[in-house]
Each structure stands twice: as C-alpha cells, then as structure tokens.
C-alpha cells in the first residue's frame, strides 16, 4: 500500500506506517457508538450547589491560590473566525447589492456598536476615500463588509477569533485573548502573584499573538497588579491524521502525497501533557464577556475550582491510605461510597475480596480529575453530560457529541433531545498524583471514541478520521464531577452579529 516516499513522508511527520494503517482500518470500520446509562441531571450525576457552600468552595480555592501551587489558563485558540462571518461572505458573493436577509440587516443597523467599528472606518477612508456612513448612503455596502473581511482592510476573515476587537471601552477595545487575560488575574493568580496563560495558535498566527501578549501584558499587569506569564503552542503535526478516498485507499494529493489532516481539538490533549501545572483551567477562546459581567463568570470559576481541589484533597488522603496496606473494610466501604457518589462512577463491585476491591478503588482513584460546568440546555447545538458505560463495564460521567450516540436507538435519541444540561466548555482539572507527578494524559484517552466525517478537497470527496475530543473520548478515563453553573457564565460568540447582544455591549 505505501511506497518508499510514503514512508519517508510519515517519517518527516513523526508517524509510524503502522499508525497510519491503523487510521485507514478506522476509517474503512467506523467508531461503535457509546452505551449509554443516562443523560445527566440534578441528583443524579449533576451537583447543584446552594450559596453557602458555594462561599465555602471559593474559599478553599482562594487558600489554594496562596499556597505555591502552579496554575494555568489553558485556551484552545487557534480556530478561524471564517464560520463567524459565513453570513457576511455570502452577502459578499449574492447578486444583490443591498442588504436583505434579516441578519445582513441587523449587522448593518448595528455597526456602530461592534468593538472595531473605529478601525473598520479607517479601513473604508484609506481604500475609499469615504467613511462607513458615506459608503452605506451611497449604497457601497459590499465595500464595507470587504473591508472587514479582506485583506485590503482588517482581514478579519482570515484572521482567529481571539485577535478580534469584541468588546468596546471607554478608551480602547479588548480581543478575547485580552479578556482571557483579564480573567485569568480575577482568579488564576497564584501566590507568586504571575497569570500564567497557554494558548493553542495556528503557525501562521502565531506571532500575531506574540505581539498582542506582549503589548496587552504591560496595560493588564498595571490594571490588575500580576505579571503575565504567557506560553504558546500549535498542534503537533503527529497527531494529524490520514484522509481516505471513497475507496478506502489513503487520499493522494495531485503531487502523489498522502493527505493528512488535522485531528480536531482532541490532539491538543498532547499540548496540555506538556504543561507542568497543578490546576488547569480550560474554556473557548469565543467564551468571554466584558469587565462589568465578569462577575458570574469569576464566581463559577472559583467554585469548580473549590470542588475540585475539595475532591483531590480525598482522592490523595485514599491514596495515601491504599498505598498503605493499612485499611479496614469501613475504610474500604468509605472510599467506595465516595467513588459511587461524588465521583458517580460505579460497577459490579460484588463477590471481591478485600485487596480485589482496593485494588479496584486504588484504579479508580489514580487517574486525572476534571470538574466541569453545566449549563441548562437552551437548544444549543453541541455536547452533554451523560452517565455512559465504559470498556471495563463501569458507568461514569462523560461529554458526549450526537456523534458518539445512536440516535436510530429511540430511548437513547430520546436522553439527547431531552437532556436537561449542556456542555459550555468549562472546565477545571487537576493533571497530578498524590505524589506530585504528573499523569501522563495520552494513556488516559479512550481511543475508540473518535468519529469520521466527510469532507471534499479540489472537489473530490474524502473521509477524514477526528480524533477523541479534548473533553470528549481525550478525557474519557479521568475522574469527572458535573456541576451546575448559571447560564450566564456561557456566551459565546459563533456569528459576529452576536456581538450585538447585550452580553458583549458596554455597560
């Protein structure tokens, strides 16, 4: 099947042929859907916490924060704002001139409220001669749209969400990498009094982020009183994967090349094994809100982030006392109850003998532990928490997309549709042991919990192998605990006419 380039091909990319055979035999046979037991909910697999120990949770977060530990702001960034704009770069190609649809409206009544409307203007000056007001009395509405998404202006387009002005102040704008910024010194401070921030770009954009982190940290470590310590990485090109043409065969390229794609978010679980953090904190680039609402959102962050290190706190005291040899079958039974109940993973425990079960416990407790918020379900499109089986029999909390379940199954359609919580990427994780070690993250991701999707390149059709999600299949082993938080920690930007929404206005 592979030629001598071939190899030498996978060989430039850190892939082994193996690896790539095993990617073709995926593709060719597809991913089993998960069984699941039930879709999350309050009581069962959702903790819904009331205000006084909420104030508890936040305080123990705040004495975290003191302590010396290193925490980290993780942020996924390197995504296009090409989808953003979708609507206005169909505008651009319609055969009409004026706007139409009811979203081209509502853009054009609103540009004076967008955070770059200031720089869009003097786009339109320098390659116009007129100002937006000018062009739009005229009828150049297409002039205006192409000098927000072209590269003869802003090149928005072309550009990743976080390098976009989203948020207008009293005498400058904020980029939701600034935002990020902004909230990691709310709280992600640590007790050297330094944000440290990661953020996963594209090369091409890199050193557009470079400069931005740079000039942006002087004005935050002022505002805030921190210093900014901000890392970047791209996705490691041996974790692209291989496409498949629709024969099965591995797609070639017009060079005769094997064509290899990126593997989705799920190959940034690579990016974050190499971060020597205690905490990390993980949230969309898009997920931001200005200074005035950041309120609920600081809140949410310090009470996931009390939980967890509450819960880590026990997992390393039963550690402890597992590597011990030293327990009773209460302490045994204790342990177990917290595994079921707080960590709601459970199996059939029945029929082991005291050093089976602590051998099981002792597997059960030593692996990663992420705590994420819920939202209630609005309608949108994405993940949920479910309670689903894993391989060894066991049923615990995973994020699950609509592709990782049989929605011809009518019940499981029906948990889906009906699920009362959402997934708004939100989530804090503890990556080390009792000991201080770092878990090593890639052993912990549940391969067979990838998807194939189709796509086309230069018009032919190609299937194209998404590796496990980052918070899907990724952290499929992880110890997880679901937590309620407000809706209103969740506003996210997926079109640019949703900066128009009260969430992203000035106060």
């Not at 949230?283 to 009470?303: A, F, Q, R, Y």
Request: proline share 4%.
């Amino acid at each position: 099947m592979f030629e001598k380039k071939d190899i030498e091909q996978f060989e430039r990319k850190g892939i082994g042929c193996q690896s790539v055979e095993s990617q073709l035999e995926l593709i060719a046979r597809g991913f089993p859907f998960l069984e699941l037991e039930a879709a999350a909910s309050i009581g069962n697999g959702i903790m819904q916490v009331d205000e006084s120990m909420c104030e508890s949770y936040i305080k123990t977060w705040d004495n975290y924060c003191r302590s010396g530990h290193c925490i980290t702001k993780f942020v996924p960034a390197s995504g296009a704002a090409s989808r953003m704009f979708k609507d206005m770069f169909a505008f651009l190609d319609a055969e009409y001139d004026a706007p139409a649809s009811a979203f081209e409206k509502a853009f054009f009544d609103g540009i004076g409220k967008f955070a770059f409307y200031a720089d869009l203007n003097q786009a339109c000056l320098k390659n116009e001669g007129q100002d937006i007001d000018a062009l739009i009395k005229a009828g150049q509405y297409k002039a205006v749209v192409a000098n927000l998404l072209l590269d003869k202006g802003l090149n928005y387009g072309a550009l990743p969400k976080g390098l976009l002005k989203f948020h207008s102040y009293k005498s400058s704008a904020r980029t939701p990498m600034e935002e990020h910024m902004a909230e990691g010194a709310l709280y992600a401070t640590g007790s050297d009094a330094t944000v440290h921030l990661h953020f996963t770009v594209s090369p091409e954009h890199r050193k557009l982020f470079e400069q931005l982190a740079a000039s942006a940290s002087k004005d935050m470590s002022r505002r805030y009183g921190t210093a900014y310590d901000i890392t970047f990485s791209e996705q490691k090109s041996s974790t692209d994967t291989v496409a498949a043409d629709a024969e099965g065969k591995p797609f070639r390229n017009s060079d005769g090349s094997i064509l290899f794609r990126p593997g989705g978010h799920g190959a940034l679980i690579e990016n974050l094994n190499d971060l020597d953090s205690d905490v990390v904190f993980i949230k969309n680039i898009d997920n931001v809100v200005p200074d005035h609402l950041k309120e609920s959102t600081i809140t949410g962050k310090k009470l996931l982030a009390g939980i967890l290190i509450n819960a880590q706190n026990r997992i390393f005291e039963y550690m402890r006392l597992l590597d011990s040899g030293k327990y009773t079958d209460k302490q045994l039974k204790t342990i177990q109850d917290f595994v079921q109940n707080t960590l709601c993973c459970h199996g059939n425990t029945a029929g082991l003998d005291q050093a089976q079960l602590a051998a099981w416990l002792h597997a059960k407790l030593n692996r990663p532990l992420r705590v994420c918020g819920m939202v209630k379900n609005v309608g949108e499109p994405g993940g949920g928490p479910f309670l689903a089986y894993n391989p060894d029999g066991t049923v615990s909390p995973q994020i699950l997309e609509s592709s990782q379940i049989d929605l011809n199954d009518s019940r499981k359609k029906e948990m889906f549709t009906k699920g009362t919580h959402f997934n708004p990427v939100d989530l804090v994780c503890g990556l080390k042991d009792y000991k201080g070690q770092r878990f090593n993250l890639p052993q912990h991701v549940d391969p067979a919990t990838g998807f194939i999707s189709s796509k086309s390149k230069n018009g032919r059709e190609l299937k194209a192998l998404e590796l496990p999600g980052l918070w899907n299949g990724a952290m499929s082993d992880w110890n997880t605990i679901f937590v309620e938080v407000p809706l209103s920690t969740f506003n996210p930007v997926k079109t640019v006419n949703d900066l128009l929404r009260p969430q992203h206005q000035p106060a």
